[in-house]
């Protein structure tokens, strides 16, 4: 299993790059949040990879982070209907942070804006999901009892803190794919303690 190609980049477009490491060109996959954040040409970068070995092919997929590509592999191995490519459409629509957000609130019609996700496709991701990242992708804390329930509890404070920034932006004009974008630079740089209105100021002044 290739988990990280850490390289040169040779070629890189809006769903696909090639990276160079150790004499060997690599074909990697990308979502349009993982491309728009790579350094042209030339320049180094490094992915987390999942690997999708069949009989007619070997395709790698790529994020600039290891959450993300976490996330990538819970949605392709646990979610039924869901392949690599149809996964590959949600990330480049939406970020890890806003998908998660959608799936813990129950908010099939933002996922269903995603193309070749239809709203039965939508319900489906909430309800094998939702669960799972409550339960922070199902990672084992030390009192479980306890444990998840604050988790589950932060999650949802978290996702209900982003949801309500987006629509804040949005009803300021602001396109979904741009106000994601800028909730998730304003929450990356105040932390996840920042409040609604911290967040909004943020995101509108970066």
């Given at each position: 299993?290739?988990?990280?190609?850490?390289?040169?980049?040779?070629?890189?477009?809006?769903?696909?790059?090639?990276?160079?490491?150790?004499?060997?060109?690599?074909?990697?996959?990308?979502?349009?949040?993982?491309?728009?954040?790579?350094?042209?040409?030339?320049?180094?970068?490094?992915?987390?990879?999942?690997?999708?070995?069949?009989?007619d092919?070997?395709s790698?997929?790529?994020?600039?982070?290891?959450?993300?590509?976490?996330?990538?592999?819970?949605?392709?191995?646990?979610v039924?209907?869901?392949?690599?490519?149809?996964?590959?459409?949600?990330?480049?629509k939406?970020?890890?942070?806003m998908?998660?957000?959608?799936?813990v609130?129950?908010?099939?019609?933002?996922?269903?804006?995603?193309?070749?996700?239809?709203?039965?496709?939508?319900?489906?991701?909430?309800?094998?999901l939702?669960?799972?990242?409550?339960?922070?992708?199902?990672?084992?804390?030390?009192?479980?009892?306890?444990?998840?329930?604050?988790?589950?509890?932060e999650?949802?404070?978290?996702?209900?803190k982003?949801?309500?920034?987006?629509?804040?932006?949005?009803?300021?004009?602001?396109?979904?794919?741009?106000?994601?974008?800028?909730?998730?630079?304003a929450?990356?740089?105040?932390?996840?303690s920042?409040?609604?209105?911290?967040?909004?100021?943020?995101?509108?002044?970066?």
């Open positions: 299993m290739i988990a990280s190609i850490n390289g040169t980049v040779i070629e890189s477009r809006l769903l696909q790059v090639v990276i160079e490491a150790g004499g060997v060109g690599y074909e990697v996959n990308v979502p349009i949040t993982t491309s728009e954040k790579l350094p042209g040409p030339g320049n180094k970068a490094k992915l987390f990879t999942y690997a999708v070995y069949r009989d092919a070997q790698l997929y790529g994020f600039i982070h290891r959450e993300d590509r976490e996330f990538f592999k819970l949605l392709v191995e646990k039924s209907g869901v392949g690599p490519k149809m996964a590959l459409t949600l990330f480049s939406l970020s890890t942070n998908l998660q957000a959608a799936i609130s129950g908010d099939a019609k933002l996922l269903s804006q995603c193309p070749g996700i239809g709203k039965k496709t939508a319900e489906r991701l909430i309800i094998e939702r669960d799972k990242v409550n339960a922070g992708f199902g990672t084992a804390p030390s009192s479980p009892a306890i444990a998840n329930e604050n988790i589950a509890a999650t949802s404070a978290g996702a209900s982003f949801q309500d920034a987006i629509a804040a932006l949005s009803a300021l004009g602001y396109r979904i794919a741009e106000a994601d974008k800028a909730v998730n630079r929450i990356a740089k105040l932390g996840p920042a409040s609604v209105e911290e967040i909004i100021k943020t995101a509108l002044n970066p």
